[in-house]
C-alpha cells in the first residue's frame, strides 16, 4: 500500500511543470503522446538486440560489422520505418606485424581467453593496437612519461631525462590517448606505448575480470590514435565524404592526422617488465601506479625493439538511416544516432546504447503504425567506424552538410550506457530543454526522478560543454547544430576497448537487468518526440547566455593570469543577455516559432574555423588540442592563451566578440519571427 | 682560490652574532673554547665506533648488549672520563612460539638474509615479534583496518564491517605502533597483525634492499607495543627504579602497560595472502597501499590462526654513564644521552647516534687532559633497553628523580642520526639558545649553517614539541627538565628494526662518509659547552610564552569547533608575557644568574598529572594517547576536547592557567636573582 502510493506520487511528479514549447493545452497532449511513447521500450528486447549484435567481434570495415549493421537495418524496418544502410570508404587500418622484445622478454600482446566467458574466446577478434599508429620497426631505451601530457615533459626536462631518441611509455589516462604520442613526437620521442596501469585500470579499483569487473593483467586497451585535433572522419577525405568509388582521396602522405610514430598500447602486465627495468631517479610520488615496483623515469637499461606494421586499408563504412517524415515541417530534421561498431564485441561500447536506439526508434515505429505522424522528420542513425575516429557520422555529415545547416534542429547522441546517474553534455541553449525532460523521466533504480539523482552528484543543473568521444562531434563542432550527449553511467569497471567488452561481462557488472537501457531509449524518446512536436522549437537562451558567461569569465581570468589584456567582450555578452531576454519576452506571448530559432546556432560558428584548425568551426566549445576528448570552452581564446600566443588570443577575442554579437542578432531576428 | 674564500666566508659566518648567557667578552672566549672541541671529533672514529657496536644483534638483556655497554664505558675512560655501568632490571621478553597460518598458508615470519650483507646472516637475531604483546592462540577471520587509528573504526563501524571476535590487520605508519592493538583491543579485536605496506615503507618508495636502501618483500619492523601513553620504562616498577634484587615489583597482572592482546608484525610478503584471501567492500582509495591487488575491508572468508608465547623474562639493563665534575657549579648537571641497545644489530637506530656521543664525549675527555674543567657537571649516558620502552633512561630518572629536580639544567637527546637537516624537539625556553646553536654549526654537506639548511624545509626557525620516542621523555614529561632531541636525517630508507640495519646498509645508503656524525657531535658539543658555561643558564622566555600562546591557541579553536566554553587563560598568558619581558629586561644588564633560572622549568609540571596517567606532569606538550609518539600540546586540554571530556577539559584549562602563572612567578623570581 504504501508503495503504490509512493508509485502514485513518484508519477504524478513526472507530470508536473511546463514543457518548453509547448502551451499548457498543448504539454497535456504531449504528455499523452509521451505516455503511449514511454511504454514501447523492453528491457528484454535491449538484452536481446545485445546478445545478436554483440554476440561477434565487429569492428568496422569487417563482414561481422556489415552483419551489425543488417541487424539494425531489419530491426528498424520491422519497426515501420523507412530505413536504408549509407556506404563510405575510409582508411580504417589493421595491424600485421606486432613485436615488442627487451632483451630475452618478449610481450605478450594478447589477450587470455576464460572459460567463463565464452566471447573472450571468439574467432576474428581483432589483435591488440592503436589505429592509425605508423609503421616502424625501432630499438631504442625507454623513458617512462606519466600521462605524457605536456606537463610530464617538463618534469622530465628538469630532471635531466631526455626522451629524443627514446621509446616513451605512458599510462592511460588524463589525456585521451591519441594526445600522448603527439606530445611524445613533439618531444622527440621515436615511439611510444601506452599501457593501462592497475592504479587507474586494474586491481587498484577492484578484483580483476574474470573475477570482478576490473581490467586483468593482460587487459589492453585498444583505440584510435589519429589527431583528432585536426579533424575526425576518414584521413583521406577531410572535409568531404568519401563516397565508394569516389575519385578524390588524399594519399597516406597528405593526410594529416596519421601517427608520425609508431604507438601500441599493452596490459600492465607487459608493461611491468619494462618499468621493473628502469634506472634513473625514482618518479614523483603522483607518477607512481600501483605495480609493485619502484617507479622510476628511466631510460631503461635494456633497450626495446618496437615493430609495427599495418596493412593501410581502404574499408566499406556502413551507416544506417532511418527516417520518419515529418508531417508539418520535413524539412526540419530531429536526430538521434549512437555507433554500432565496436573494438572487438562491445557489448558495453557501443551496443548498450545502439540497442537502446533501437528500442527508442521501435517506440516510434508503434506509434506510427497507428497514424501518428511527428510534425518534423525524424531521423535515427546508427554508425560505423566510430572508434577509428568518429568515420561514420562525420563522412554522412560531410556529405549532407549544407542540408543539415539548413534542416537539422538538433542532434541527439548516445554511446555506452550503464547503471548510474545521467550523464549529459549540450550546447547551451539546451540546458532548460534538458533539465525538464530530466525532470520527467524517471530513473529505475531509485523511482526517484532523472534528474535528482542527477542533482545530488553536481548542484545546480548544468549540462558539460561538449569536447569530442563520440558522434556528435561532426554535427556540433563542424556544423554548428544544437548537440546534446547523453548516457547512464557509473562509470564501474575496466574492460574498455578489450576482449572482455562482452555480453557476459555486462550481465554481470553493468546495467545486466537493462532497466538503464530502457531508460536510456525512454529519455531519448522523450527529447526527440518534444523537439519534433514542439510549436516553438524548445530552445532557451537566458541559460545559454548565462553559460556562455560563465565560460568567459574563466578565459577572462587565465587572461589575468598571464597578463593578457583582451579586448572587451562583455559588451557583446550584454547584448546576448540583452537579446535573450527579449526572445523570452516575445516567447511568453508567442504561439509558434520559426525555423530561425534553431539556426540561431549556426551564428555560432567562427568563419575561419580554430586556429590552425579549420575544420573545428564552434566557437562555444571544442576538443582540446592537448586533452583530446576534454572540452575547452571558448577554445580559440582559451589555448592561445595556454600556448602562449597572445596576439593570436586577443585576435580571437575579438572574433568571439563578434560571434557572440552575431548570435545575438540571431536571436533577435528568431524573437522577431514569433507568431502570436 | 674561489673555494677558499667561500670557506673563509663561510668560518667567519659561524663566528658572528651573541651567544645566550654570555657577555661579549665571554663570547670571545667560549669561541675559543668550543674552536678546540670541535676540532676533536672524528668521522673514523665514528665509523670504527659504529663497527664495533654495530657487529653483533645486542637487543636490551642480551649478553651482547652488555658487551655494547662495556665498549662504550671502556672508550670513556680511555677519553679520560669518570665512567660506569649502572645496572637496573626490567621485564624484557624475548618470543618463544610464533605462529600465523591461514589454511594451508604458514607465514615465514623470517628475514632472509643477503650475500651483500654479512650482518643479515649473523647468529642470534631477535625473531621479528612486538615486545609487550599478550600470549595467546587464536582463530578468526581478519578485517583490514588500514592505520588502526580511531577513525578507521569508525568507518568500519559506519560500512557494517564488525571488528569484535576478529583479528586485526593494520598496516604501519600515522599512529604509533603501541597504539595500534591497543585501539584493536578497544574495539573488540581479538588480536593485531601489524605489517608494513610497500606504499609506506617498501618498493613504492624506491628499490628494495639489498638492491636499494628500502623495505624487501619479508623485511619486518619489529618493536614495542607497550602502553606507553600510561607511562614508560619498566611494567613491574611505575614510577620507582627497578634495581637488581630490589624487593619491590609488580606481578604481570598488575601491570599497566602490557598489551591486552596478542600483537604480531610482519612483512608484507606475509601480509599479502591475507588481503587477498580478503571479501568484503573494497577499501576507500586512501586505505589502499601498495600490494597489486585490491583493497577489500574483509572479513577474509579463511580463519587465521595466531599463536604467541614470549618468556616474559626479568632481565638486566645496563646504562653507562660518564661524568666530568663542574669546578664552579658541580651541582648542577648538563646531560647528554643515547641509546646503545637495539633490536637486532642496529647501525643507524641507534648507533648512528650513540658513535657521535662518544665523539663529544671525547672532545671534552681531550680539553679535560689539558687541565680545562668546566663550570658546571657534565653527564654522558648511554641507555639499555630503550627500545622496549625507554626502560634504562627511565629506570634512571625515577632512581635519582629528586636529585635530578634539583640539579638537572637541561638533558639533550639524541637517537638515530643520518644525511639530512637537523631535526629538532624541545621544550620551548631553548628556542633562542637552539637557534644560535644551529646558527654557528656548519652542515658538511653545503658548507653553509645548520640553520640555513633547517629554514629552508621550516620558516621561522621552531623546534617541535617533544612527544615520545626517545630517552628525554623520562626527563622531560616525567621530571619537568628542559629537554632536547636533535639528529640529522635524510629520512630515507626502510630498514627500521630489521636485520638489515646494519653497517653495510648504513654505509651505502646513509651517512657513508660520516660526516653527519661529526656534525651531530659538534653540534652536542657546543650545545653542552654553552650550557656548562654560561654566565646566565641560557633560557630564554619570551620564545616560550610566544610558542606556548600558539600552542593555547590552537587548543582554543579546538574547543571553540567543538562549543566548549574554556575559563580564561590568555590573562595567565598575559602575566607570563610580563615576567618574560621583565626577565629580558634584568637579563640585558645582569652579569650572572642563578639555579632559578633552570628551577623555572619544574613550574610546568602539572602537580597530578595528566588526566588518567599522573606519570605524564609536563603541561605544555605530552606523547597522544592515539598518536604515541606525536606530541600533543597541552595534552590535558586538548586530548580532553579531542575525547568529547567536556567538563574534563574545562577543568585542565582552569589547571593549566594556574601552572601558567606558577611559571611567570618562577619567571619573575628568577629575574630577581639575577646579579649585576
Redesign the interface.
Known amino acids: 500500500m504504501k508503495l503504490t502510493l509512493a508509485l502514485l506520487f513518484a508519477a504524478a511528479a513526472f507530470a508536473q511543470g511546463p514543457i518548453r514549447g509547448f502551451s499548457e493545452e498543448a504539454a497535456a497532449k504531449q504528455r499523452a503522446l509521451e505516455a503511449k511513447l514511454l511504454a514501447v521500450p523492453d528491457a528484454r528486447r535491449i538484452e536481446a538486440h545485445m546478445k545478436a549484435m554483440a554476440s561477434e567481434p565487429h569492428h568496422a570495415g569487417s563482414p561481422a560489422s556489415r552483419k551489425v549493421a543488417e541487424y539494425a537495418l531489419s530491426q528498424l524496418r520491422a519497426a515501420g520505418l523507412e530505413a536504408k544502410i549509407e556506404t563510405f570508404e575510409a582508411l580504417l587500418p589493421y595491424p600485421k606485424d606486432r613485436l615488442l622484445t627487451m632483451g630475452k622478454f618478449t610481450a605478450r600482446l594478447s589477450e587470455p581467453n576464460f572459460a567463463e566467458d565464452p566471447d573472450s574466446s571468439d574467432k576474428n577478434q581483432l589483435p591488440t593496437y592503436n589505429a592509425y599508429s605508423a609503421d616502424g620497426d625501432v630499438t631504442a631505451p625507454v623513458v617512462y612519461v606519466n600521462y605524457g601530457v605536456p606537463e610530464d615533459y617538463e618534469y622530465l626536462k628538469k630532471q635531466g631525462v631526455d626522451v629524443r631518441g627514446k621509446i616513451v611509455l605512458a599510462r592511460y589516462g588524463q589525456s585521451w590517448r591519441g594526445v600522448k604520442p603527439k606530445v611524445a613526437a613533439e618531444n622527440g620521442a621515436i615511439a611510444c606505448l601506452i599501457y593501462s596501469d ?1 592504479k587507474d585500470d586494474g ?6 575480470y574474470p573475477a ?1 569487473a ?1 581490467r586483468c593483467e593482460y587487459g589492453v586497451q585498444r583505440g584510435s590514435v589519429m589527431d583528432m585535433s585536426i579533424h575526425v572522419g576518414d584521413p583521406l577525405s577531410p572535409g568531404f565524404a568519401s563516397e565508394p568509388g569516389g575519385a578524390k582521396r588524399l594519399t597516406l602522405k597528405e593526410a594529416k592526422t596519421l601517427m608520425p610514430i609508431p604507438v601500441m598500447p599493452i596490459s600492465y602486465g607487459d608493461a611491468k617488465p619494462l618499468l621493473e627495468a628502469m634506472t634513473g631517479p ?1 618518479a614523483p610520488e603522483n607518477w ?1 601506479g ?5 617507479y622510476k623515469l628511466g631510460p631503461g637499461t635494456t633497450p626495446v625493439r618496437l615493430k609495427l606494421t599495418h596493412d593501410w586499408g581502404i574499408r566499406p563504412v556502413h551507416n544506417v538511416i532511418a527516417t520518419i517524415r515529418g508531417s508539418v515541417y520535413p524539412d526540419e530534421w530531429v536526430l538521434y544516432g549512437n555507433h554500432h561498431d565496436a573494438w572487438v564485441n562491445g557489448a558495453n561500447d557501443p551496443i548498450s546504447g545502439t540497442a537502446a536506439v533501437l528500442e527508442t526508434a521501435r517506440a516510434f515505429g508503434e506509434l506510427y503504425k497507428t497514424g501518428w505522424r511527428p510534425q518534423r522528420t525524424i531521423v535515427f542513425a546508427l554508425w560505423d567506424a566510430e572508434e577509428f575516429g568518429l568515420v561514420g557520422s562525420t563522412e554522412w555529415v560531410e556529405k549532407y552538410l549544407p542540408e543539415l545547416k539548413d534542416k537539422a534542429v538538433a542532434y541527439f547522441n548516445s554511446d555506452t550506457n550503464g547503471k548510474g546517474v545521467l550523464g549529459l553534455g549540450a550546447t547551451p541553449s539546451l540546458n532548460l530543454f534538458l533539465e525538464q525532460v530530466a525532470r520527467d523521466s524517471k530513473d529505475p533504480a531509485s523511482g526517484d526522478s532523472v534528474l535528482n539523482q542527477m542533482l545530488k552528484v553536481q548542484r545546480p543543473f548544468q549540462p558539460g560543454p561538449l569536447g569530442s568521444g563520440s558522434d556528435y562531434v561532426g554535427f556540433v563542432h563542424h556544423g554548428g547544430i544544437a548537440g546534446v550527449n547523453f548516457g547512464f553511467s557509473g562509470g564501474t569497471g575496466g574492460v574498455y576497448h578489450s576482449i572482455y567488452d562482452s555480453f557476459a561481462w555486462y550481465k554481470r557488472f553493468s546495467d545486466g537487468e537493462f532497466v538503464y537501457g530502457k531508460a536510456l531509449a525512454q529519455v531519448a524518446a522523450m527529447s526527440m518526440a518534444r523537439m519534433s512536436e514542439a510549436a516553438i522549437i524548445p530552445f532557451e537562451f537566458t541559460r545559454a547566455a548565462a553559460t556562455i558567461r560563465t565560460y568567459w569569465s574563466e578565459v577572462d581570468k587565465l587572461a589575468a593570469d598571464k597578463n593578457v589584456g583582451l579586448p572587451n567582450v562583455l559588451a557583446s555578452l550584454d547584448k546576448l543577455d540583452a537579446a535573450a531576454r527579449q526572445f523570452e519576452a516575445q516567447y511568453a506571448t508567442a504561439k509558434s516559432g520559426t525555423r530561425e530559432v534553431y539556426l540561431t546556432e549556426r551564428a555560432l560558428l567562427l568563419p575561419e574555423g580554430l586556429p590552425g584548425r579549420p575544420w573545428y568551426k564552434y566557437s562555444v566549445s571544442a576538443p582540446g588540442q592537448y586533452t583530446g576528448y576534454g572540452a575547452k570552452t571558448i577554445a580559440g581564446v582559451r589555448e592561445s592563451l595556454e600556448l602562449g600566443q597572445r596576439a593570436q588570443a586577443v585576435a580571437q577575442a575579438r572574433i568571439f566578440a563578434q560571434v557572440i554579437e552575431n548570435y545575438a542578432a540571431a536571436i533577435n531576428a528568431a524573437a522577431a519571427k514569433l507568431k502570436r
Not at 586491481?203 to 580483476?208: A, C, H, S, T, W
Not at 600501483?290 to 619502484?294: E, F, N, S
Open positions: 592497475p586491481y587498484f579499483r577492484g578484483d580483476v570482478g576490473y625514482l607512481r600501483a605495480l609493485p615496483i619502484p
